[in-house]
């Protein structure tokens, strides 16, 4: 099976308030550096990294740099899309910058997907890696079904780990090239209309409506705006350092 991940980078501003005390520039080579572990090893993955305009030292640490020649979430948003959307794999990771991955992620969701469609009959799933903290505590959550009958969310057995199916992702998610293209239009709206158009508007509807989505209950990657009230991420942010790396190297 054959995946692409697209990774979109900015080291300087950020669009979320975060939970999280640091910096930036952190947030983005730590995170970088967590997916590239969780990548290497594993046949059939290709990484393209897209960068608005970070510094050269964070540019650096990044592989396979695409630089845009735009800037700001928009422009960012259309050539991750762009992408996503010509791509010749069978699944397409699109990743923001501050998602903490653990370093069996990669591997877990690619089984995960696997078993998923085969069980389902179905190419077109959603996996998100993170167990959104929201998911315990803002009601509007806890729908999980395909979301057409309000049903609440089906727990399902996954490789290695039990996953629940979830009505809104953020913008870091795990779909077919297929869904991207077979509803493009609900893409597009939010790449030509954010701010005001939202995730809520957009994909989040998919999962409701039309593809099926699911995350882990326990979580593969941590998105750095919360802080997860049952599995702290501190241990994997200091073991996900590059300068760790480095030491490792030295």
């Keep these: 099976m054959q995946l692409d991940v697209i990774l979109r980078t900015h080291d300087q501003k950020s669009v979320h308030y975060r939970s999280v005390e640091y910096t930036k520039k ?5 995170c970088a550096n967590s997916l590239h572990t969780a990548i290497d090893g594993l046949d059939n993955v290709n990484l393209v990294t897209v960068d608005d305009h970070s510094s050269a030292q964070t540019v650096s640490t990044l592989r396979n740099v695409t630089h845009l020649e735009g800037t700001g979430n928009n ?11 010509d791509s ?4 397409v990771y699109i990743v923001e ?32 890696l993170v167990d959104c903290p929201a998911n315990y505590h803002n009601e509007s959550y806890h729908g999980g079904g395909t ?23 953020g913008g870091t998610f795990c779909t077919t090239p297929n869904v991207i293209n077979k509803y493009w239009g609900a893409f597009d709206d939010l790449v030509q209309n954010w701010p005001r158009v939202t995730e809520n508007d957009s994909w ?19 998105h750095l705006t919360e802080v997860h ?16 790396k480095l030491k490792s190297v030295a």
């Design 26 to 30: 952190d947030i983005t080579q730590t």
């Design 75 to 85: 422009a960012s948003l259309a050539k991750v899309f762009e992408l996503a959307a």
């Design 88 to 91: 010749k794999a069978d699944l």
């Design 97 to 128: 910058d501050d998602y903490l991955h653990c370093p069996n992620a990669i591997k877990e969701m690619l089984l995960t997907y696997a078993k998923f469609s085969k069980k389902m009959q179905t190419k077109d799933i959603c996996l998100n």
């Design 147 to 169: 979301g057409r009958d309000g049903s609440m969310a089906r727990i399902v057995g996954g490789v290695n780990y039990p996953w629940r199916t979830v009505t809104h992702t």
């Design 204 to 222: 989040n509807k998919l999962w409701k409506e039309h593809v099926i989505a699911f995350s882990p209950l326990q979580p593969l990657a941590y």
């Design 229 to 244: 009230p049952y599995y702290p991420h501190d241990q994997l942010w200091e073991d996900s350092k590059l300068n760790n």
